[in-house]
């Protein structure tokens, strides 16, 4: 299959908040916690131009109004407010600026607000009291989200919930949520202009994008853990140890002093950025003809960008192929860039690694994003002169977050349903100088301390990448390996690029036994405990070191140098995800019509040629881009595996046909007339496995599991 690579992964990806409309959905339907009925819609239209104080001559009868805001305002999300009994008291549109108002009528506080963006991204505010006759301002930002997060001790959508809402969200448990940020983001509020001792999140006006309180928010990324909030100062450049610019705070840390995130360095902001912008709107005002001729990108399209663009080996055409070449775009509009993270590259030019939101011109306005770093070129003390360069590297290589929803059919002892977080590592051997490797090995935040090594898979399937070997950092085989022990690794029956760093079962009252999943390569001897999760960085620095297969000799080299051919560094854009928080995720599903390939005494147990797999996202609203199936059975000397993928799926497909003679292995080895074998002895497993991305990023799994007893 043609890869249709509309946007592609950059080196390294990157959770704000995905979509949890679901919850939301079901408690407007039944007007509330309790059942009772309640007006669906408030009075008042959004506040003007992106303000948070009174009109002139509004009733003087309590209600609340704010900016939904993620940075850039959030025009036409949906705000919902929820009294301290569950009632429904309003839903509306927020208007261009994210503004929004509520009349409060006879609605009990506390109050929960929740307001969600056209691409699923979803904020929590909070209002302790109900103001007498006057209008509270509640923004909803993630700072706000991080409030929230602090006062429930994990998910800020159980603030919907009336018995959370009431017993977690007084006023002197939520003054001590802002005073606790208040401390944090002290050196942040005052380089904005704030007043840090009276900075409030919540409650401080956000009059005008990208100044004021608007300007923290461009400043400080927040990342939910499970039990409280990451922040991570934007304004500091990540240097090599990112540890220094984020802060991890607990529902245990309310009441106490915190510390402070640095000081900005960085004045750079989003309105930097707005002639990238107005580029790439003006390059998707045309037709896809008038975006790229055969491998050269027309006219005003190439404005946005540098000459020597380069993203993961790609050059611009190659790497935007699918984006260029989409009908939909045509008309597409450019929001607000947003700032991932500031860094520095090796010629000392400053860098940004930028996501840009965009709207699609198709039938649902749908939404996607762009993520690129940008480089300014300028001359020191010249204007700046920022471009979208891609990160420049020479191999098509990357870490990055992933999560998985694991459901087992036929569980274990210890082997049950699960979530698991770890790490995609990827390096693909058929691009520029990859295709000379023989062994690569990762190391960096969250692997093993020896790291990962990835070889050339004997699997079909596996064509476009490396497979995870081991997880011991060694260049040889195992000493109980069958065939090869202790020799030079060359190849590998494994066909995996995640390598799990810590799970949790997905069932209250089930056993999880670790030692059990560590028998595959993607399991390293021992998990990762929560304080060695709350310790990594949000953007951690991977090394790659890669050995070369020899040139002109052998297909493969049976003693390595000790020193590798190429050493070179990679970025991720997001921090991993903390196991806590996944149960508090929604996920796609895979449509019980596809199971049969995966269930014992199905009509789909003998030798299969190809698989169909069908999905829904209803409940997230994230498209799936990858499908896969899997299948292994036990054989002498080494297990006999069989894989099959579609990747760069488009956003409106639903089912896909997989055949594991598509493409061949890393290896090289011959797929031709491969399928998966009868599924009918014990040990004998399969899976069927989809994917999605968060609004920021982070592969997002869902897998199937069967298996023979």
Known sequence: ?????????????????????????????????????????????????????????????ASLQGTAATGAFMAGATVTVFDADGKLVGTQT?????????????????????????????HVSVLAARPSNTTAIVNTTPLTTAIAALLTGGDPLALTQPGVLRSKAGSEQVQSAIALLRQALQNVA???????????????????????????????????????????????????????????????????????LPKPTVKTTAADFEAIRAALQACFAGKPETRRSGSTVLGSC????????????????????????RDDMTGARFGTPQIVFHATNAASQPTALLRLPYVRNDSEKSTGHLTRLATNRAAAGAPAKWELTGNQ???????????????????????????????????????????????????GPGLPAAGVVLARSRVCGTNGYLSVQNTRGSLTYAADDPISPNKTIQTTAQNTTHVVLAASPLRAGDTLDWSRLATSASYPATPLSDAQFAALPEFGRYRFEVWNRPIGGGYYDGALAAAPDVVFTTM???????????????????????????????????????????????????????????????????????????????????????????????????????????????????????????????YKYVRVVGTVR
């Open 302 to 325: 190439q404005a946005a960008f540098a000459a020597d663009y380069k993203n993961s080996s790609y050059n611009l055409s190659d790497d935007l192929s699918g984006l260029f070449s």
């Open 94 to 122: 927020a208007d261009a600026n994210g503004g929004y108002r509520f009349d409060l009528g006879d609605f009990k506080a506390p109050f929960a607000v929740i307001a969600k963006s056209s691409s699923g991204v979803t």
């Open 1 to 61: 299959m043609k890869a249709n690579r509309e946007n592609r992964p950059l080196a390294g990806k990157g959770l704000l908040w995905p979509a949890l409309a679901a919850a939301v959905a079901a408690l407007v339907a039944c007007g509330g916690g309790d059942g009772g009925s309640s007006s669906s819609s408030s009075s008042g239209s959004g506040s003007s131009g992106g303000s948070s104080s009174p009109a002139p001559n509004q009733p003087t009868q």
């Open 572 to 698: 991720a854009g997001s921090g991993v995800v903390p196991p806590a928080r996944l149960a508090q995720l929604s996920w796609n599903g895979i449509a019980a019509a596809s199971l049969g390939f995966v269930t014992a005494g199905s009509d789909k147990t003998g030798f299969q040629p190809t698989v169909d797999v069908a999905w829904s996202n209803d409940v997230t609203d994230e498209p799936v881009d990858q499908a896969s199936a899997f299948g292994v059975t036990p054989a002498s000397p080494l297990p006999q595996r069989m894989y099959a993928q579609a990747n760069y799926l488009p956003r409106n497909v639903k089912t896909i046909t997989l055949k594991p003679d598509m493409v061949g292995s890393s290896a090289g080895e011959s797929c031709i007339g491969a399928g998966f074998a009868a599924f009918n002895q014990a040990g004998d497993q399969r899976n069927l496995e989809i994917r999605s991305s968060t609004a920021d990023d982070i």
């Open 393 to 443: 590297h020479d191999y098509d290589a990357s870490v990055a977050p992933r999560i998985t929803r694991v459901t087992e059919l036929n569980p274990a002892a210890g082997v049950v349903s699960r979530y698991e977080t770890g790490l995609r590592v990827f390096f693909n051997p058929n691009r520029g100088p990859g295709a000379q490797a023989q062994i690569v090995r990762v190391s």
């Open 190 to 260: 005052t380089e904005t202009g704030l007043d840090p001792a009276r900075f409030d999140p919540i409650a401080t006006p956000l009059t005008r994008q990208g100044e004021g309180a608007d300007a923290v928010l461009d400043l400080v990324k927040v990342s939910l853990t499970g039990n409280g909030a990451r922040l991570v100062s934007v304004g500091v450049p990540m240097g090599t140890d990112s540890s220094q610019t984020q802060l991890t705070l607990t529902q245990d840390a309310l009441g106490k002093p915190a510390a402070a």
